[in-house]
């Protein structure tokens, strides 16, 4: 059973702090994303990666970098925190496409800025 | 552009009644669809795939390309049906959602 694991459940931080959110699955899958999900628009990717030391941009990259230096773990930095960064973040794993591109996710990261 | 539209963002029907679940989706190209739900308090999981052509929980959904559309039915909804619907297009290695529908089955 794949197992996509978010670090914290619960975060609050002011503005302008640098915060790091954990994400690692354990299924040796090869994509992993970051998504952000908000009422009423949904999940919008943010960030995602095909391999180690690989990322590209999602829709809404702006005010975020991420980091692949493993495999099985995907970070996303959040350079300094703004209230409009307020959210659910999901993070998600999958095989390569040839393999189904079925999303696993972890549980989430409610992220409060004030 | 590529796009998924949920136009509903609450869909709120007695237990026993009939659900459908809209999605029309913008795609060049042949698509592939998914259902995904986030029951309360748990993580997003795949409800079902188009390409899988199968009944999940009573739930089916049918690709039309005619449409653009990929509706979830079930003929009888439950009150544990109760949950955030989201739609999702396959975009070469990453997914697509639609806004979300929330449904809300009363007894």
């Known amino acids: 059973d794949v197992k996509v694991t978010q670090s914290s459940r619960y975060l609050v931080k002011r503005t302008g702090e640098k915060v790091f959110l954990e994400c690692v699955q354990d299924?040796?899958?090869?994509?992993m994303f970051w998504y952000r999900q908000d009422p009423g628009l949904g999940l919008r990717l943010i960030y995602f990666?095909?391999?180690?030391?690989?990322?590209e941009k999602g829709d809404i990259p702006e005010g975020y970098s991420v980091s692949r230096e493993k495999k099985e773990r995907f970070s996303l930095i959040l350079e300094s925190a703004s209230t409009n960064q307020t959210s659910m973040y999901l993070c998600?794993?999958?095989?390569?496409?040839?393999?189904?591109?079925?999303?696993?996710f972890g549980s989430g990261t409610q992220l409060s800025v004030l | 552009a590529q796009r998924v539209t949920q136009p509903e963002k609450l869909l709120s029907v007695f237990k026993g009644a009939p659900v459908e679940l809209k999605c029309n989706y913008s795609y060049s190209g042949s698509p592939e669809l998914f259902w995904y739900v986030q029951y309360s308090r748990q993580r997003l999981q795949l409800l079902l795939r188009h390409i899988s052509r199968e009944s999940i929980k009573g739930f089916t959904a049918d690709l039309n390309k005619g449409e653009t559309s990929f509706h979830l039915k079930k003929p009888f909804a439950q009150e544990e049906d109760s949950a955030m619907y989201y739609c999702?297009?396959?975009?070469?290695?990453?997914?697509?959602f639609g806004t979300g529908t929330r449904l809300q089955v009363f007894p």
């Open positions: 990666s095909y391999d180690v030391k690989m990322k």
């Open positions: 998600a794993s999958s095989r390569s496409p040839g393999q189904g591109a079925n999303l696993f």
């Open positions: 999702a297009l396959r975009s070469t290695d990453k997914l697509i």
């Open positions: 299924m040796d899958h090869e994509n």
